[in-house]
């Protein structure tokens, strides 16, 4: 799986839109772009998927470069419950294949 | 979306004495399951896949003695820690897949072991 390169840490004022950015420069072309975020002792949360096309869902947006070298997980109106580590993953849609974790981004959601 | 759930949430133990966590999806079938473990300010790290009716496949590094899985059963799967140590303390969580649901990997809430 490719590996993929996110900040450490963002901070965002409540009701602003949240922009993680995530570089993925070595993805293959059967490799999907996934999100996932986990809020102090909780287990992971899924957000969302693309391969190419941007996606939206409830939760986030999430735009792919048109090379798919990076993306961007858009949280629209950010609230305080938002905090959490946000993952970037990037993994050939498998059945049997487990998700790589990297060190992710630590999101803080200010009042 | 699909639901995992992990049993206990937390658990506190003496050292030297064994620990079983459960993780059952309730609502679908699994037939893979995945185990992570996670310390303090640090990411996921796999451990193990859980195939129901065969043996687990560990990842290097983990002790297949000392983590015992079993994956009896389409929903569930059990991670048993044996003779647990104070350095086995740690965040444990499982995950499963659907496949009617096109790549997502669902996540239990986790069981945080605590070694005495």
């Known amino acids: ?111 | 979306g699909a639901v995992v759930s992990q049993h206990p949430s937390w658990v506190i133990c003496k050292s030297g004495t064994s620990v079983k966590i459960e993780c059952r999806s309730l609502d679908f079938q699994a037939t893979t399951m995945f185990w992570y473990r996670q310390f303090p300010k640090q990411s996921l790290m796999l451990m193990a896949t859980s195939n129901e009716g065969s043996k687990a496949t560990y990842e290097q590094g983990v002790e297949k003695d000392k983590f015992l899985i079993n994956h009896a059963s389409l929903t569930l799967s059990t991670l048993t820690v044996t003779s647990a140590h104070p350095e086995d303390s740690s965040f444990y969580i499982c995950s499963a897949r659907v496949e009617r649901y096109t790549g997502e990997l669902f996540f239990g809430e986790g069981s945080r072991l605590t070694v005495l």
């Not at chain 1, 693309?50 to 409830?58: D, Q, V």
């Not at chain 1, 090379?67 to 905090?83: E, F, G």
């Open chain 1, 1 to 111: 799986d490719a590996k993929t390169t996110q900040p450490p840490s963002m901070d965002c004022a409540e009701g602003r839109a949240a922009n993680l950015p995530c570089n993925h420069s070595t993805i293959s072309g059967n490799e999907y772009v996934y999100w996932y975020r986990q809020i102090h002792s909780q287990g992971p949360q899924y957000i969302i998927h693309g391969l190419k096309n941007n996606e939206t869902n409830e939760m986030a947006s999430l735009i792919i470069t048109e090379d798919r070298k990076s993306s961007t997980l858009i949280l629209p109106h950010a609230t305080l419950r938002d905090t959490a580590v946000y993952y970037c993953i990037v993994r050939v849609e498998s059945y049997g294949q487990n998700f790589v974790f990297g060190p992710g981004t630590r999101l803080s959601v200010l009042p």
